[in-house]
């Protein structure tokens, strides 16, 4: 990039970063990660004392990618009835050979797509090739996202959804019909019964999915807890699972391997980064019976991936702003 700040807001991030960019750099950054080449610094999470806010910065280097950089932002559940998305952020790079202010880049969007080619990546190394059901626990603003990113990973048939609100299933129901798969709510049981991946993307803070719901050779990728004390499966499902993460110090803190890890019914060392898959140092999935499970907590280094990926595509499409700072 040259010199100057560059300003990509959220409509042009939109425009520019679709789910297979997303999911390039992703993978790459989970790949760098596993080999060293990049990493993320603490995460500072707090609550502000005011309009109920959560805020805080993810932040990380990577070096393989040259992204030096931070998300600021948090969640304000005040904002939907401004007519305002809850979580805002925003991210900042910086030039990893100067420290100079590069980017400016709208997060939201950003924030969902890099969750969604997560779970996404996930797939496309663990899953079976042949699964043909998704099923969808969770129904909320990522939870379109999500589908949408998996449905290009398998050749799926149909899509199973429950959530706990089911007065938002429908708005699922309609971007299975846009994507031509067909669509049923269904029990919990039924989900379990039914489908070959799962996706839960809630903010549960107690086991939606329980293990003797679930079948043999099922992937399932857990995507909402990403925070202490939250929760979407039962403990015992990563016990019988073959367990990968984005990030293992995360899984074990904040990431759905905090509650087996805490009843000792797993061991840290039983988790495997996804990078490691993505390298092809670790085989992923051994057997077609065998239930993996990925715990994606969400890194600051996916969001700079994102990010960089839209500053660089906006300013070669001539839809950035540069000032001078
Ligand atoms: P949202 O508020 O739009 O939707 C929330 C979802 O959780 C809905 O399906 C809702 O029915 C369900 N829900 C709400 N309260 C619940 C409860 N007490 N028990 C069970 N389910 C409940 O949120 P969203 O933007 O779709 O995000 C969903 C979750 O994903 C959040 O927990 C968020 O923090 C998390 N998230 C994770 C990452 C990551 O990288 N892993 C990234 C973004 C968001």
């Given at each position: 990039?040259?010199?100057?700040?560059?300003?990509?807001?959220?409509?042009?991030?939109?425009?520019?970063?679709?789910?297979?960019?997303?999911?390039?750099?992703?993978?790459?950054?989970?790949?760098?990660?596993?080999?060293?080449?990049?990493?993320?610094?603490?995460?500072?999470?707090?609550?502000?004392?005011?309009?109920?806010?959560?805020?805080?910065?993810?932040?990380?280097?990577?070096?393989?990618?040259?992204?030096?950089?931070?998300?600021?932002?948090?969640?304000?559940?005040?904002?939907?009835?401004?007519?305002?998305?809850?979580?805002?952020?925003?991210?900042?790079?910086?030039?990893?050979?100067?420290?100079?202010?590069?980017?400016?880049?709208?997060?939201?969007?950003?924030?969902?797509?890099?969750?969604?080619?997560?779970?996404?990546?996930?797939?496309?190394?663990?899953?079976?090739?042949?699964?043909?059901?998704?099923?969808?626990?969770?129904?909320?603003?990522?939870?379109?996202?999500?589908?949408?990113?998996?449905?290009?990973?398998?050749?799926?048939?149909?899509?199973?959804?429950?959530?706990?609100?089911?007065?938002?299933?429908?708005?699922l129901g309609a971007v299975a019909k846009e994507l031509g798969l067909d669509f049923e709510a269904v029990t919990q049981e039924e989900l379990?019964?039914?489908?070959?991946?799962?996706?839960?993307?809630?903010?549960?803070?107690?086991?939606?999915?329980?293990?003797?719901?679930?079948?043999?050779?099922?992937?399932?990728?857990?995507?909402?807890?990403?925070?202490?004390?939250?929760?979407?499966?039962?403990?015992?499902?990563?016990?019988?699972?073959?367990?990968?993460?984005?990030?293992?110090?995360?899984?074990?803190?904040?990431?759905?391997?905090?509650?087996?890890?805490?009843?000792?019914?797993?061991?840290?060392?039983?988790?495997?980064?996804?990078?490691?898959?993505?390298?092809?140092?670790?085989?992923?999935?051994?057997?077609?019976?065998?239930?993996?499970?990925?715990?994606?907590?969400?890194?600051?280094?996916?969001?700079?991936?994102?990010?960089?990926?839209?500053?660089?595509?906006?300013?070669?499409?001539?839809?950035?702003?540069?000032?001078?700072?």
């Amino acid at each position: 990039m040259s010199e100057g700040l560059l300003i990509v807001g959220e409509e042009v991030c939109a425009q520019v970063v679709n789910s297979k960019d997303a999911f390039d750099a992703v993978e790459a950054v989970f790949g760098a990660m596993a080999r060293g080449d990049a990493y993320n610094f603490p995460v500072i999470r707090e609550a502000i004392g005011y309009a109920d806010a959560l805020y805080g910065f993810k932040s990380g280097f990577d070096k393989a990618g040259k992204t030096l950089g931070v998300k600021s932002g948090g969640y304000w559940p005040g904002n939907m009835a401004k007519g305002l998305t809850n979580h805002q952020s925003t991210i900042f790079l910086f030039d990893p050979d100067t420290g100079m202010l590069q980017a400016l880049v709208g997060g939201n969007y950003l924030t969902a797509v890099r969750t969604a080619a997560s779970s996404s990546v996930s797939i496309a190394h663990l899953a079976r090739k042949d699964a043909k059901v998704l099923g969808m626990v969770g129904a909320g603003h990522q939870s379109t996202f999500q589908l949408r990113a998996a449905a290009e990973q398998r050749d799926f048939e149909k899509v199973v959804a429950w959530n706990p609100h089911p007065e938002m299933l429908p708005k699922l129901g309609a971007v299975a019909k846009e994507l031509g798969l067909d669509f049923e709510a269904v029990t919990q049981e039924e989900l379990g019964a039914q489908a070959d991946v799962i996706i839960t993307i809630t903010s549960a803070f107690e086991p939606l999915m329980m293990k003797d719901w679930i079948k043999p050779g099922t992937h399932i990728a857990c995507m909402g807890t990403d925070t202490k004390g939250k929760q979407e499966v039962d403990p015992a499902i990563l016990a019988s699972a073959r367990v990968f993460a984005d990030e293992i110090a995360q899984s074990i803190t904040i990431g759905e391997a905090q509650h087996a890890i805490a009843a000792g019914q797993i061991a840290e060392a039983d988790i495997t980064p996804i990078g490691a898959v993505i390298n092809g140092d670790h085989a992923g999935r051994s057997s077609a019976d065998e239930i993996t499970l990925f715990d994606g907590t969400g890194v600051g280094l996916q969001d700079l991936a994102v990010a960089s990926v839209a500053a660089h595509q906006a300013e070669k499409q001539g839809k950035a702003t540069r000032v001078a700072l």
